[in-house]
């Protein structure tokens, strides 16, 4: 059932920047915590405060892949109003200059570098 509360989940989630930018990077590839926060220069907390809202949100999700805690966009969200908006977010902001810096900083982070600091 389409909800009310579910669509502004969804908009609120997307209402946020940072978190559209996240959002983007996740379309590439899954990233875990530490890869988001050094492509974007955040705080872990704050990080974390973003995935968590998104994931909230029904519009991604994560799997756990041993030690590693993975983000990507959800295939199969609870949200029935995530879907088409992932949809349609898939098509947009790519010619975006912070989208695209941020897209090119998220393929070039590399997880096991930034956890043997």
Request: glycine share 4%; net charge positive; with cysteine.
């Amino acid at each position: 059932m389409k909800t009310m509360r579910d669509f502004l989940k969804v908009t609120k989630a997307l209402s946020d920047k940072t978190r559209v930018r996240i959002f983007k990077m996740l379309q590439q590839k899954e990233m875990c915590v530490c890869e988001v926060q050094a492509a974007l220069g955040m705080a872990q907390s704050t990080t974390s405060k973003h995935l968590n809202i998104l994931e909230n949100a029904g519009l991604i999700a994560r799997r756990k892949d041993g030690l590693w805690v993975n983000y990507g966009i959800d295939k199969h969200s609870y949200n029935p109003h995530a879907e088409p908006i992932i949809k349609y977010l898939r098509s947009i902001l790519d010619d975006d200059p912070d989208v695209k810096a941020d897209v090119q900083k998220g393929r070039t982070v590399n997880r096991l570098e930034i956890c043997s600091r």
